[in-house]
């Protein structure tokens, strides 16, 4: 079949699997906040000497990008941040003294909104106070999300000195129709400058975020931005396919559908974007991220040890994650647990010395059975079911296996070359959940 064939027979509404059951198919009416309490102290007593990952959701933005999905609070009012903080710090003493001690951090991740619309003094104190100390353990893996527009140099080194080594900065695209369209803007020379001053000051790592598929994107003006992107040459990419999902984040219907590639026009910006990035050294991992050969992301999947969890594609794998902020999700392994979604919300409940815990979902075996293969298939693009492949998996695989997307043999499920563009598509064929009560609204993206 050819590509563009495939294209339209596989582009559906598919979920990005950074847990499973997805969000919209969790059994929040079977769950509280005592439960997730329960099976948190349950799980930590059997992993703690693994150590944990926190995720630390920083919502602040001082204006609003039109494409973003994130959960986002828009102020230029800098007086919010010490009240966020205070709620973060106890929301953190409350998870300390549910599990009886500081527990050891292995991975730490600021995210948003924009992390550093806090002042470098504000995360400092955050960061200290979390870390127990000065700065977290030298094998801790402490990243954080960077807007090129307002990360400094004091941001950088103050984030160095408590043990930060990787940054991400969201670009996007450089093409100035595109940064009109998405309100989201900076140069080039501002990307570089903050690159080279990480790199001096010793940061080990540095990703970029590109999107294709924006508003007003096409592909000679992509093509340009990934030429200065690969002249940059940061040690990760993250090539997002946009998602364009209105009726959750009305700040994308500042323009419509015809302002968006779509079918062969969004799949052709694709093709562009990865063969350039391959072409230039950088090595595709998993789903929609690129890496070069030096970076531990490439090492981890290239040793079995790439994960996936809500803070997206790591080379650390805890079995424990705990979310901080407003909207922030928890996963213990056999429940997950998803805070308020307003800052209010949020801070009022942390306020009256409760876990801001709103809803979540207790995984059953059979959720546990599946969420095994869809990791896999993940970061390993292939599983294995032992003897045989479940029937009704079996089922849903037939087509994309005719079409040469996916070969199994015996028990063991493999995505073939062809059939990595299409990841999300092989894992849905092992959603239960989604075909056991099929959405009557679109819930998801397009999967390309």
Known sequence: MAINELLRKYNVAAPRYTSYPTVPYWDNDQFNAAQWKQRLITAYSLHKLEGISVYIHLPFCESLCTYCGCNTRITKNHGVETPYISALLKEWKMYCELLGEQPKIKEIHLGGGTPTFFSAENLKHLL???????????????????????????????????????????????????????????????????????????????????????????????????????????????????????WIKAGQRHFTENDIPQGDEKFALYETGRQMLVNAGYEEIGMDHFALKTDSLYIASKEGKLHRNFMGYTDQHTPILLGLGVSSISDCGTAFAQNAKTVEEYKQVIASDELAVQKGHLLNLEDIQIRRHISNLMCRNQTDFGAVVDTPVLSRLQPMIDDGLVSVNAGNVTIKALGKSYLRNVCMAFDARLWQRQPQTQLFSAAI
């Open 128 to 246: 200290a106070t979390i870390a127990g100390g000065n700065r977290f353990d030298e094998q801790a893996t402490c990243s954080f999300e960077g807007h090129p527009d307002n990360t400094t140099a004091e941001h950088l080194q103050v984030l160095y000195e408590l043990g930060f080594k990787r940054l991400s900065l969201g670009i996007q695209d450089f093409d100035p129709k595109v940064q009109f369209m998405i309100n989201r803007y900076q140069t080039p020379q501002q990307v570089k400058a903050i690159t080279d001053l990480a790199r001096s000051i010793g940061y080990q790592s540095v990703n970029y975020d590109l999107i294709y598929g924006l508003p007003g994107q096409y592909k000679e003006g992509l093509k340009n931005t990934v030429e200065e992107v690969i002249a940059l040459r940061p040690d990760r990419i993250a090539f997002y396919s946009y998602a364009h999902v209105p």
